[in-house]
């Protein structure tokens, strides 16, 4: 009722609230409690409210939302839509992530199984640019998230690993 009235970055942020809570537990209460939290009304209510405000997230929100949806390893109909849009909207902002936000949806999007070749190519095109700023965690999430995707360039590898 209240979301054309609530700023995306507050919407958002409730999302990667509850995830980085959940993941706080320790994995091994994970799954059990992102499952309670998914089978929630709240939750859905939630998603929808994600969903109506996505053309107006920034880099930093839509990374936030990629990020908690791939820890709570949200994986039901609504769940995998959301990614869907929020891969295709971060597509279109790409070259303003700054290297965490690249890392972590790329890990994020690894982690959902998400495999679409031309977003890997403008990711790894952005990677490459910016790569002098990564952390080396981040450098970790870049190979994690290929390694996973089972996705391969030479060339990106090459300059990455001289980097």
Same mark, same amino acid.
């Given at each position: 009722?209240?979301?054309?009235?609530?700023?995306?970055?507050?919407?958002?942020?409730?999302?990667?609230?509850?995830?980085?809570?959940?993941?706080?537990?320790?994995?091994?209460?994970?799954?059990?409690?992102?499952?309670?939290?998914?089978?929630?009304?709240?939750?859905?209510?939630?998603?929808?409210? %994600?969903?109506?405000?996505?053309?107006?997230?920034?880099?930093?929100? +839509? =990374?936030?939302? #990629?990020? /908690?949806?791939? *820890? @709570?390893?949200?994986?039901?109909?609504?769940?995998?839509?959301?990614?869907?849009?929020?891969?295709?909207?971060?597509?279109?902002?790409?070259?303003?992530?700054?290297?965490?936000?690249?890392?972590?949806?790329?890990?994020?999007?690894?982690?959902?199984?998400?495999?679409?070749?031309?977003?890997?190519?403008?990711?790894?095109?952005? %990677?490459?640019?910016?790569?002098?700023?990564?952390?080396?965690?981040? +450098? =970790?999430?870049? #190979?994690? /998230?290929?390694? *996973? @995707?089972?996705?391969?360039?030479?060339?990106?590898?090459?300059?990455?690993?001289?980097?």
């Amino acid at each position: 009722e209240f979301v054309d009235e609530t700023h995306p970055l507050n919407v958002c942020t409730i999302m990667h609230r509850i995830a980085r809570s959940v993941a706080r537990e320790g994995a091994s209460r994970l799954p059990e409690k992102a499952r309670e939290i998914r089978e929630t009304f709240a939750w859905r209510r939630l998603l929808g409210f %994600v969903t109506k405000r996505l053309e107006d997230c920034n880099n930093l929100e +839509l =990374t936030n939302c #990629l990020w /908690a949806l791939a *820890t @709570l390893e949200a994986r039901g109909e609504a769940e995998e839509a959301l990614v869907l849009k929020l891969a295709d909207l971060s597509s279109v902002y790409l070259e303003s992530f700054e290297p965490r936000n690249l890392a972590l949806s790329a890990w994020a999007l690894a982690k959902m199984g998400y495999v679409d070749t031309a977003w890997c190519r403008r990711w790894s095109v952005q %990677v490459l640019a910016k790569i002098g700023g990564f952390e080396p965690r981040d +450098l =970790t999430m870049v #190979l994690h /998230a290929f390694g *996973t @995707l089972h996705w391969r360039d030479d060339d990106f590898l090459g300059r990455f690993c001289r980097e």
